[in-house]
């Protein structure tokens, strides 16, 4: 998981800050990343992004997406991804 934040990292410009969620697939792993997109003051007002991310079996970024942004603070809700 740290060469595929690594990689990610250098493909965002952004180091990501979490792994979130992670699971074994038939084709790798799949993994949930947050990154933080962009600092604000107070730092609960900056804005986070989730990144679905693919890897191979031996850990290698092959994919990325964006699926969400939100604020820090932000909380979700039952039903709200």
């Known amino acids: 998981m740290k ?11 952004r180091a990501p800050v979490s792994v979130s969620a992670l699971r074994p697939t038939d084709a790798g792993w799949e993994a ?4 933080v ?9 900056s804005v986070m992004a989730s990144y679905q991310v ?10 990325y997406e964006r699926t ?3 604020t ?9 991804r």
């Open 3 to 13: 060469g595929a934040t690594e990689q990610l990292a250098q493909l965002l410009g």
């Open 32 to 35: 949930q990343v947050e990154v």
């Open 37 to 45: 997109e962009l600092e604000r003051v107070p730092d609960t007002s």
């Open 54 to 63: 693919v890897l191979d079996p031996a850990g290698r970024l092959m994919a």
């Open 68 to 70: 969400r942004r939100y």
């Open 72 to 80: 820090r603070a932000q909380v979700d809700r039952e039903g709200r």
